[in-house]
């Protein structure tokens, strides 16, 4: 699986771990979906788990994370807890964001987990100014900054890459290229489809590696985030992965066959990382046993959780709603304006 393993055996089975629960915690939010506890969409990172967990790894407590719409796993390894991420995605009160951002719109203050993000291409520039405040009051900091390939379509990508470079920002892109947009492959949308090789053009660091492969992502990861934590300027990593589902929950997949996604499957890297281990006993049959029993416990308190929560009352619904302010208080000053003018107009009448 790799020449060299530079992880021992409890860092093998957290990466193991981490890949595990947010697989089987997206498989319960599924049925979750199916039984409409979940609404609105839900995207699900299936095959693409050694993305986050292999960055999140080598991240620290003061590292900021900038995530898509496609971030559940994002979230939980970064340390959203997971209850309070089913509850969000419930839309309950007791969600992270009370549940007001719902699956799309993750965020965590205390964890540095800044969304969540239903705008393509959304996150970079947002990445780019946390990375811009962050070299000034926490040095050492790296915003991580994960967005599909997608993504590089958007004039917000290249002025995101460009100021990073030009400024020498410590921001790691994690570009995740799943192959396609929607439905849309890459080769029909991008002429350069090793999207690594985008970064050349704005002389940034760039790696391309193969996400299936869990330890070969972890490594890259961490190459990566030396690279920016030495003070070299942003990094840019092109992930290549492929996601086993739909592209949200409305999707008949006219795009591809049935036989692709079962190739890939058999790349299967949570699979893949399983066997790996099993056989180079690096994890005993009841070391396993221990990892999926805690994980389950974990979801049905999770679940447990969200479906004891509460809905906001009615009467909250304009709470947090800043346009609500804004166009009160427009409407004050216009009343104030007119009130002036009325008053100069009389003024003006009465004097001689
Ligand atoms: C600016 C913008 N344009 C279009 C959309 C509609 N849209 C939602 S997801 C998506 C595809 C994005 O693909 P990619 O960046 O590769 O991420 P993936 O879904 O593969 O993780 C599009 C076009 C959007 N949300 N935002
Ligand atoms: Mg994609």
């Given at each position: 699986m790799t020449d060299k393993i530079h992880l021992n055996r409890p860092q093998l089975q957290n990466l193991y771990a981490d890949m595990l629960r947010i697989r089987r915690f997206e498989a319960k939010c599924t049925e979750l979906y199916q039984a409409q506890k979940i609404r609105g969409f839900l995207h699900l990172y299936d095959g693409q788990e050694a993305v986050a967990v292999g960055v999140l790894a080598a991240l620290s407590a003061a590292d900021a994370v900038v995530a898509t719409y496609r971030e559940h796993g994002h979230a939980l390894a970064r340390g959203v807890p997971m209850k309070l991420l089913l509850a969000e995605m419930l839309g309950k009160v007791e969600g992270c964001c009370r549940g007001r951002g719902g699956s799309m719109h993750i965020f965590d203050r205390e964890r540095r987990f800044f969304g969540g993000n239903a705008?393509?291409?959304?996150?970079l520039p947002l990445a780019v100014g946390i990375a811009m405040a962050d070299k000034q009051l926490r040095p050492g900091a790296v915003t991580a900054c994960f967005f599909g390939e997608?993504?590089?379509?958007?004039?917000a990508f290249h002025e995101s890459m460009n100021l990073a470079a030009i400024w020498q920002l410590p921001v790691l892109f994690v570009c995740?290229?799943?192959?396609?947009?929607m439905g849309v492959p890459l080769a029909d949308a991008e002429s350069q489809t090793d999207i690594y090789r985008k970064a050349e053009a704005y002389r940034m660091a760039s790696l391309q590696v193969d996400a299936m492969q869990p330890l070969q992502m972890e490594a890259a990861a961490r190459q990566a985030l030396a690279h920016v934590r030495g003070g070299r300027g942003p990094f840019f990593l092109e992930c290549r992965t492929y996601r086993f589902?739909?592209?949200?929950?409305?999707?008949?997949?006219?795009?591809?066959t049935r036989e692709e996604v079962e190739q890939w499957q058999h790349q299967d890297p949570v699979q893949r990382l399983r066997n790996w281990m099993a056989s180079n006993h690096w994890m005993t049959a009841e070391e396993e046993t221990a990892i999926d029993t805690a994980i389950s416990t974990e979801i049905e308190a999770a679940v447990a959780f969200a479906e004891a929560g509460t809905l906001e009352p009615v009467a909250d619904l304009e709470r947090f709603v800043l346009m609500a302010t804004v166009v009160q208080e427009n409407a004050d000053v216009q009343e104030d304006v007119q009130g002036d003018v009325q008053e100069n107009a009389d003024q003006q009448e009465a004097s001689p």
């Open positions: 705008i393509v291409g959304g996150g997608g993504a590089v379509a958007e004039g995740e290229n799943n192959l396609y947009a589902r739909a592209h949200s929950m409305f999707d008949p997949q006219a795009y591809r």
